[in-house]
């Protein structure tokens, strides 16, 4: 399950998958300035790198730790390179995701320690590191004001890379698409996570069914941020753990047979499902540069989401 599902060796090697330790150079060069808090790195490439992974010890890990690995670093900019970290903050951190199932796909994670809101520079942690192990794990373990502070960080950092991603759709494709935001109903690595992904799905890394239903927004497996902030707000700790223990059959929708989420037209197979999605875009680009021809903007105002 998660990021990338598969019956096969070399498909579950990318399964929930972190970048690599050590990430290939960027497509283009990286601003000189190292990542920091609310400052993320510009000037590159918001599509993750390609090409051949140099060799490292700092992160010589088990592939399901990698994420814990990632968010207990000290000092994220100076341990980790530009290819794999997207910025961070005193309470997150976002990286690129190794094996994208879009033209866009981050991961966005709690750091650890977790400080104190009041007292970010704090060393101290206010959720223990076993309580981050899963979205499970945070919401029926924690305090309220602990899994509120930890999610509305993940959401804050979600927020600025989804508009990260906004202003690179529009520099390199002249219009902007569909963003979900959300954590899988079981996911397979350590370390709650969340998924920054574009609607697109168009990547070579999206192979099997499991790894396209794994992120179907309609489909239940993929569990939108909005709905975890709706069961911390709305609910007490009873509610939320039937909002959790109704996940544990979520398994059993990554076998849905095919179809696209955008029109509901049914596919036999993930290679015509692709060439669906790839139309399904195109559609939505001529679309999308036609109002913007005729308008001056593709959205009749800022709250005008997709």
Not at 42 to 57: A, E, H, M, P, V
Not at 108 to 132: A, C, G, T
């Amino acid at each position: 399950m998660g990021n990338c599902l598969s019956s096969t060796q070399s498909d579950s090697e990318e399964e929930e998958s972190p970048p690599p330790a050590t990430s290939p150079p960027p497509l283009t060069a990286p601003d000189p300035t190292p990542t920091s808090s609310r400052q993320p790195t510009r000037g590159r490439s918001l599509r993750y790198y390609t090409g051949k992974s140099r060799s490292s010890d700092v992160f010589a890990m088990k592939p399901l730790d990698a994420l814990r690995s990632y968010a207990t670093v000290h000092h994220p900019p100076h341990s980790l390179p530009a290819s794999t970290l997207l910025m961070s903050t005193p309470h997150t951190l976002a990286i690129f995701d190794a094996y994208p199932k879009a033209k866009y796909h981050f991961l966005v994670l709690p750091r650890y320690p977790f400080p104190p809101r009041s007292n970010p520079e704090s060393r101290s942690s206010i959720v223990k590191l076993d309580h981050l192990d899963s979205l499970r794990t945070l919401l029926l373990k924690t305090s309220a004001d602990v899994r509120e502070q930890v999610i509305g960080a993940l959401a804050d950092t979600a927020q600025e890379v989804e508009e990260m991603i906004r202003d690179e759709m529009i520099k390199t494709e002249g219009f902007e698409w569909g963003i979900n935001i959300g954590f899988h109903a079981i996911p397979s690595m350590k370390h709650v996570h969340l998924h920054v992904i574009s609607e697109d799905r168009m990547s070579d890394k999206l192979k099997t069914k499991k790894h396209y239903n794994s992120f179907r927004p309609d489909l239940g497996f993929f569990i939108s941020l909005i709905d975890v902030q709706h069961w911390i707000e709305d609910g007490d700790d009873q509610s939320i753990r039937q909002h959790i223990e109704s996940l544990d059959s979520a398994e059993a929708l990554l076998d849905t047979p095919l179809m696209c989420f955008k029109c509901d037209e049914p596919e036999h197979n993930m290679p015509s499902l692709k060439k669906h999605l790839e139309k399904e875009y195109e559609k939505e680009k001529k679309t999308a540069l036609k109002r913007i021809a005729e308008r001056g903007r593709q959205r009749s105002s800022d709250e005008d989401m997709f």
